[in-house]
Nanobody, 114 residues
Framework: VQLQASGGGQVQVGGSLRLSCTTSEIIVSLNRVGWYRQAPGKQRELVAHITSYGDTTYADSVKGRFAISGDNAKNTVALQMNSLKPEDTAVYYC?????????WGQGTQVTVSS
């Protein structure tokens, strides 16, 4: 499974960004697709994920601000990020799980400046 992440950039506090993860496989064939992030000096952490059934999970820190969605026709999982804060600054990674295997895309930088 190949994953291509896009949509990162720099935005001011309170702004919005939309990340996209395009997969080489149809989304419903994947158990789960999600976004993780890693800030400098910190461990990689889960941001949000969506299952093949459409169930979603969010980190407490992004609940109410971020929304993850899947587009089966485009093999894309998007992460809409609103009300961005400086602490959202990180490299964001797309991840997919199928069976017992994890797949990772390249990271995309998100920088929130005050």
């Amino acid at each position: 499974v190949q994953l291509q992440a896009s949509g990162g950039g720099q935005v001011q506090v309170g702004g919005s960004l939309r990340l996209s993860c395009t997969t080489s496989e149809i989304i419903v064939s994947l158990n789960r697709v999600g976004w993780y992030r890693q800030a400098p000096g910190k461990q990689r952490e889960l941001v949000a994920h969506i299952t093949s059934y459409g169930d979603t999970t969010y980190a407490d820190s992004v609940k109410g601000r971020f929304a993850i969605s899947g587009d089966n026709a485009k093999n894309t999982v998007a992460l809409q990020m609103n009300s961005l804060k400086p602490e959202d600054t990180a490299v964001y990674y797309c991840q997919a799980i199928r069976g017992w295997r994890n797949y990772w895309g390249q990271g995309t930088q998100v920088t929130v400046s005050s």
